[in-house]
Nanobody, 124 residues
Framework: AGQVVESGGGLVQAGGSLKLSCTSSGLNFEHLVWGWFRQAPGKERERVAL????????YYADFAKGRFTLSRDGTKNTLYLQMDSLKKENNAMYYC?????????????????WGKGTQVTVST
């Protein structure tokens, strides 16, 4: 069965960095968009950063611009999210989302496959 698996979360001090990884395997249809969402306790899920497969088109949430960077290793079928200058408000469960069908991709409901998440905790 296909799956999406995240890794790389953990505990870091404010101002520190983490690099999240996501691998997708065994999924149906061609890969269209890949990205990260997050959800903090008591809050709604929100988009962090997305990349359209086969292009250089990336989309970053305002809070992520300048501090978070998406990258992709095509040979390993892995997506990365480098997070620098982390703040306490970045505390959340981070989820990797994989889109294979349909034209829309900005909302979480547009995605077909999800990982179980990796927890990011920033201490002060």
């Amino acid at each position: 069965a296909g799956q999406v698996v995240e890794s790389g979360g953990g505990l870091v001090q404010a101002g520190g960095s983490l690099k999240l990884s996501c691998t997708s395997s065994g999924l149906n249809f061609e890969h269209l968009v890949w990205g990260w969402f997050r959800q903090a306790p008591g809050k709604e899920r929100e988009r962090v950063a997305l990349i359209v497969t086969g292009t250089v088109n990336t989309y970053y949430a305002d809070f992520a611009k300048g501090r978070f960077t998406l990258s992709r290793d095509g040979t390993k079928n892995t997506l990365y999210l480098q997070m620098d200058s982390l703040k306490k408000e970045n505390n959340a469960m981070y989820y990797c989302a994989d889109k294979r069908l349909g034209p829309c991709f900005l909302q979480g409901t547009d995605y077909d496959y999800w990982g179980k998440g990796t927890q990011v905790t920033v201490s002060t």
